[in-house]
């Protein structure tokens, strides 16, 4: 069975372009998260999706947001990119279970801001 | 607010065990995790530890938890060098477990 899978790899924009970043959770997920981390840190939380409605969300501007689809892929959408925006952005995808504590990560995409 | 702290870097030697730890100062976790980050790669779950517990064993790993002290080890037996990587402790603060906040990461380094 697939991962978490997401889309690009990599990528590199300019300042004050937008990207968007693509998720496909693990089959049968049906909430997606997304937590930047700039390098030598730990991830730090954007948003959380389940059933395309946002349930959480991180201490990052308005210039983040983030959607999700009847089939639970997710985008996350960043405007007037910054320099400081580039990171690696990560997606991971979780059962809506009471029993289960498992957050499944993707390989992430690298995002560099020139 | 919440904030989760590690040490920086460890390195021992192949066959030893590493010990790595971590504080928390949410007293209202209710999970705590330990992930494994390897060079350009995600994020792997290695195990995790609800609040209520002291301690948790799987294979090589053990995961102590000081709830008094807010104090969470990670503890590596008879260590590879595969284990090489860098190492993430994460709270979270309800049961839906949603939310992550991770430490800053421990660069775990076995020399051959």
């Known amino acids: 069975d697939a991962g978490v899978t997401q889309s690009p790899t990599h990528l590199i924009k300019t300042r004050g372009q937008h990207v968007t970043l693509r998720c496909s959770p693990i089959s049968g997920h049906k909430s997606v998260s997304w937590y930047q981390q700039v390098l030598g840190q730990g991830p730090q939380f954007i948003f959380q999706y389940y059933e395309k409605e946002e349930r959480g969300r991180g201490n990052f501007p308005d210039r983040f947001s983030a959607r999700q689809f009847p089939n639970y892929s997710s985008e996350l959408n960043v405007n007037a990119l910054l320099l400081g925006d580039s990171a690696l952005y990560l997606c991971?995808?979780?059962?809506?279970?009471?029993?289960?504590?498992?957050?499944?990560f993707g390989p992430g995409t690298r995002l560099l801001v020139l | 607010g919440e904030d989760v702290e590690q040490s920086l870097f460890l390195s021992v030697r192949e066959g030893d065990s590493s010990v790595i730890n971590c504080t928390y100062t949410d007293s209202s976790s209710t999970y705590l995790y330990w992930y494994k980050q390897e060079p350009g790669a995600g994020l792997q779950l290695l195990t995790y530890?609800?609040?209520?517990?002291d301690m948790k064993q799987d294979q090589r790993l053990t995961v102590l938890l000081n709830k008094k002290d807010k104090h969470l080890s990670l503890r590596i037996a008879d260590t590879q060098t595969g284990d090489s990587a860098i190492y993430f402790c994460a709270e979270s603060y309800n049961n839906a477990g949603n939310m992550l906040t991770f430490g800053g990461g421990t660069r775990l380094m076995v020399k051959p």
């Open positions: 991971a995808s979780r059962e809506e279970r009471e029993t289960s504590q498992t957050q499944y």
């Open positions: 530890i609800f609040s209520n517990m």
